[in-house]
């Protein structure tokens, strides 16, 4: 491959002129032609500067200028966007603190009502218990005292027919009614 590239080189230095073709009829490299070649050249990129100048630059400048105030805005807008964002995010925090606060309270205030109402209940309830132990009591004594007198009446009762079956003589129920009760009273002292 080195050798080809070598063999080629060679040539082309020995043959020049026919290389360039100046004479085999290639007109750009023959100097003859080499000033109308410069002045089409010289016509072509005027003509081709001048449209890209005058027509095509300042449309690209235009559409540059229109994307870099819309962007420029759009940068503006966001910012602006962005501070309202913030400022609602703000008011929304501030909304939430006030009403976290609101619930708090409403709780603490319905926390203390309801420990008020739970209390006057609960004492209204151990009233009505206190008002009903005292009836109990009430009762419970004067059952007491109806069952002593009773238990008294019937132990005066069965004491005389006891008696009255011992001696065989009829005693009397009042002597005996009167020893039974001394004997009850004695009692009910050492239990009270």
């Keep these: ?9 060679i040539a082309t230095a020995m043959y020049t002129n026919q290389v360039f073709g100046s004479e085999k009829g290639m ?3 023959n100097p003859e ?5 410069i002045f089409w050249l010289f016509i072509i990129f005027s003509t081709l500067y001048l449209v890209i100048s005058k027509i095509f630059l300042p449309k690209i400048t235009h559409t540059i200028e229109n994307r870099k ?3 420029v805005n759009n940068l503006e807008e966001a910012q602006k966007l ?10 929304y925090n501030e ?15 319905s926390k203390k009502k309801l420990d008020r109402d739970i209390e006057g209940k609960k004492q209204k309830f151990n009233d009505e218990i206190e008002k009903e132990l005292k009836i ?17 009446n019937i132990a005066a009762e069965i004491s005389a027919e006891v008696i009255k079956q011992i001696i065989s003589t009829e005693v009397n129920k009042s002597n005996v009614s009167a020893i039974i009760n001394d004997i009850t009273k004695k009692e009910m002292e050492k239990h009270t």
Excluded: G, H, Y
């Excluded at 491959?1 to 080189?9: D, H, V």
């Excluded at 962005?82 to 008011?91: D, G, S």
């Excluded at 109990?136 to 008294?152: D, F, G, P, Q």
């Design 82 to 91: 962005k501070e309202n964002a913030e400022k609602k995010l703000n008011e």
């Design 95 to 109: 909304i939430i603190q006030k009403t976290k606060k609101e619930a708090k309270k409403i709780i603490e205030d």
């Design 1 to 9: 491959m080195k050798s080809i590239s070598f063999a080629i080189c």
């Design 27 to 29: 007109p750009q490299l």
């Design 33 to 37: 032609f080499w000033i109308a070649q």
């Design 136 to 152: 109990a009591e009430t009762e419970i004594k004067n059952l007491k005292k109806s069952s002593i007198s009773n238990i008294n």
């Design 69 to 71: 105030s819309r962007v």
